[in-house]
T-cell receptor, first 113, second 114 residues
């Protein structure tokens, strides 16, 4: 158990819909990262939050957004879903200082029908 | 942006043999290099990491080496066991203050046969 909690574990929805993925970081971790893992794209960094503020951005689509709340949990919102958004979405957390290990949650498997 | 290449994509070794996975990175500003092991359907698990001010790091049967000049780093697993079978990902990170961006390689599927 990494201490990072992600809900839900599985999500099945249809094209055009909107979903919210939730992540609770390890106790004491201030940074939360979101990753997308698909068969053809591998593990892709989406976005990082540190103590409530956006700190780094990867190839995150405009249809996707995230935020980190005062209690440090984070949510990733995916809208206008397309078939290609089907993937495993991982959240990771770290203490947040430079070059500290990131610990991954068990992921949310999103299936778009 | 950063680009990380990883080779080989698949690797099959006999139990007890050594396995080596190699990665190269493009951005000389990268300063942190973790390795993750991912079993089927599971989360990536950090197995070892190295920072840019260190050339080599070892943890029991696992070691990582870093050559900053050539911009490549490698994972070495000795005395492989069947439970080492998994997909291994290298990554490179450019970190500054509280901002950090991990770029992953494409993964190496390691199979340890009896």
């Amino acid at each position: 158990d990494s201490g990072v909690t992600q809900t839900p574990k599985h999500l099945i929805t249809a094209t055009g819909q909107r979903v919210t993925l939730r992540c609770s970081p390890r106790s004491g971790d201030l940074s939360v990262y979101w990753y997308q893992q698909s068969l053809d794209q591998g593990l892709q960094f989406l976005i990082q939050y540190y103590n409530g503020e956006e700190r780094a951005k990867g190839n995150i689509l405009e249809r996707f957004s995230a935020q980190q709340f005062p209690d440090l949990h984070s949510e990733l919102n995916l809208s206008s879903l397309e078939l290609g958004d089907s993937a495993l979405y991982f959240c990771a957390s770290s203490v947040g200082r430079t070059n500290q290990p990131q610990h991954f949650g068990d992921g949310t498997r999103l299936s778009i029908l | 942006g950063e680009n990380v290449e990883q080779h080989p994509s698949t690797l099959s070794v006999q139990e007890g043999d050594s396995a080596v996975i190699k990665c190269t990175y493009s951005d000389s500003a990268s300063n942190y290099f973790p390795w993750y092991k991912q079993e089927l359907g599971k989360r990536p698990q950090l197995i070892i990491d190295i920072r840019s001010n260190v050339g080599e790091k070892k943890d029991q049967r696992i070691a990582v080496t870093l050559n900053k000049t050539a911009k490549h780093f490698s994972l070495h697993i000795t005395e492989t066991q069947p439970e080492d079978s998994a997909v291994y990902f290298c990554a490179a990170s450019i970190s500054a203050g509280t901002a950090s961006k991990l770029t992953f390689g494409t993964g190496t599927r390691l199979q340890v046969t009896l």
